[in-house]
């Protein structure tokens, strides 16, 4: 068939594929020198205002070349990236991506698969990381998991099957309201801050989330992380029901986004059993921890758990975005979520066999297929060198606290649990002396970590999450921090701190 038989004027096919191509092969090609010599380009840097001005466009009723608008992609977004592929990137705890990743992510665009349901391979894919999972994290055949954007997402699906296991499946349609139970969730001082919005979320409110104090932890007393005070989780939980509340889930969570702080998922387990409450563990980095011989042992309990949290997208180094939750009851899972409806009929044969389908166990109908470029992260690198780059990065975050106890100058805000490390500049204004180092930092283009409070103390906190990140990036931490602590320290000195920095 000649091009004008098989191409409608309507269609956004390319009339001329052959340029198309060409212009694609550049984009990839472009892509892949961007990640090569990443190292070459500042971390992050500030989007001028004309820039930002850009994005400040008319619609765009009328077409434009591909080229013109992938010049502009070129000049006005790659540049101010968030800067997470650079290994210089050590701010909250963001994972650097990895090019089998790129390349998968173009071809799930290409295959435009839709993941809510129906009988298709993509399907498959995604069933397939859900067993490797199951047998990763050593949950039973009958153990459900799903994708969805985040642990946030993910944390949020673990409580509302918890709540309707708590309350029973009706609520669905009566609404929270008509319980006369007052249900109540546990979780440490350290818990995420998406726990909370996901008991506001799924109706219970904030408040039914009990934040049970932290103690020095017993599994690894080389380093004293701060664990849930498991002797105050049973004292708030006894004296909760003798008020009257019925306590129904609780969080453990394995890598606390402040310090990398992984609770004991055994003691925890243990107290949902006595107590017959639902144990979720939220692992949003730290559960792929499993894959280190030296992290792993830490992890006893998360096999115990009835709901698992974590992100592909972090420790994974899977491309944004890549959250997933297990369940150990599925049944319980689908029943939480799964709604009949007529056009969603599915049937023993054709395109609407293969249920459940993912529908039916999350908000979503429409799903990307996140599966792809996990399951190639997954089988081209192999779990075996994953757990190998994430104990590096362990391992870097223990040069960083040997480079901090070196100086002086510096000192450790907390225990170095796992890949997090939370320092300080010593000065007599240290909150506002750090903060400003840290955006300084980040400004410089060289090291960009982030904040947290220990304790009340304004932190550095660096999470060196990325698999791209070496002791190079280290000592350019630690030498600028210096440098810039100095150079405030000495302003401060010649009482021009107030209008030289603060301004
Ligand atoms: C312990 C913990 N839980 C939950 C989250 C939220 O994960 P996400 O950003 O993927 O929604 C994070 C993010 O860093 C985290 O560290």
């Given amino acids: 068939m000649n091009q004008s038989a098989t191409h409608s004027s309507y269609s956004l096919d390319p009339c001329d594929w052959t340029s198309f191509r060409a212009q694609g092969h550049r984009m990839l090609d472009d892509m892949f020198d961007y990640v090569e010599h990443i190292r070459e380009r500042p971390v992050w840097q500030p989007m001028p205002a004309a820039v930002r001005t850009s994005f400040r466009e008319r619609l765009p009723l009328a077409p434009s070349h591909l080229t013109a608008v992938y010049q502009e992609f070129l000049e006005n977004v790659l540049p101010y990236s968030n800067g997470n592929v650079h290994p ?9 991506g990895n090019v089998a990743g790129i390349l998968a992510e173009m071809l799930a665009a290409g295959l435009n698969a839709n993941l809510g349901g129906r009988d298709h391979s993509a399907l498959e894919v995604e ?4 067993q490797w999972m199951r047998e990763l994290f050593g949950f039973p055949a009958t153990a459900s998991g799903l994708f ?3 642990t946030s997402m993910a944390n949020l699906i673990a409580v509302i099957a918890a709540r309707d296991s708590a309350l029973g499946f009706d609520i669905r349609r009566s609404g929270v309201s008509a319980s006369k139970k007052r249900l109540t969730a546990y979780a440490s001082t350290a818990v995420h801050e ?7 979320l799924c109706g219970l409110g904030s408040d039914a989330l009990r934040l049970v104090p932290v103690e020095a932890g017993h599994r690894n007393k080389t380093n004293a992380q701060q664990q849930i005070n498991l002797a105050a989780l049973r ?8 008020s009257g ?3 129904f889930l609780l969080v453990g969570t394995a890598g606390t986004v402040d310090t990398g702080a ?3 998922l055994d003691g925890l387990a243990v107290i949902a059993s006595e107590q017959q409450m639902w ?15 030296e992290i792993a042992p830490r992890l006893a309990g998360i096999e115990s758990a009835d709901s698992l949290a974590f992100d592909f997208h972090k420790w994974g180094q899977v491309p944004y975005d890549a959250g997933f939750v297990l369940i150990r009851d599925g049944e319980r899972h689908r029943k939480a979520f799964a709604s009949p409806a007529a056009y969603l009929q599915r049937e023993a044969r054709g395109l609407d066999a293969g249920s459940p389908w993912p529908c039916d166990l999350g908000p979503d109908l429409s799903r990307g297929f996140r599966a792809l470029k996990t399951w190639f992260t997954l089988k081209v690198y192999g779990l075996e060198a994953l757990g190998r780059m994430i104990a590096h990065t362990c391992e870097l975050a223990r040069y960083l606290e040997r480079r901090i106890a070196e100086s002086s100058e510096l000192e450790l805000l907390a225990p170095v649990s796992l890949n997090i490390v939370c320092f300080r500049y010593r000065s007599p204004d240290a909150d506002r002396v750090n903060a400003r180092i840290v955006v300084d930092l980040q400004e410089s283009g060289v090291v960009a970590p982030s904040t947290t409070r220990i304790n009340g103390d304004l932190a550095i906190r660096a999470a060196i999450t990325n698999h791209r990140t070496s002791r190079i990036d280290i000592d350019a931490l630690v030498d600028a921090t210096l440098k810039i602590g100095r150079a405030l320290t000495a302003h401060m000195e010649d009482h021009e701190l107030e209008a030289a920095c603060f301004d």
Avoid: C, K, N
């Avoid at 069933?127 to 859900?130: E, P, S």
């Fill in 194 to 200: 998406s726990l909370r919005r996901a008991l506001d």
């Fill in 245 to 247: 509340y019925s306590p």
């Fill in 279 to 293: 144990l979720h563990v939220d692992g949003a980095y730290g559960a792929l921890g499993i894959l280190t011989p």
């Fill in 127 to 130: 069933r397939q990381i859900v």
């Fill in 148 to 150: 969805v954007t985040g």
């Fill in 235 to 242: 004292h708030t939980i006894e004296s909760d029901r003798r």
């Fill in 262 to 264: 992984i609770d004991d």
């Fill in 88 to 96: 210089g990137f050590m701010g909250w705890v963001h994972g650097g």
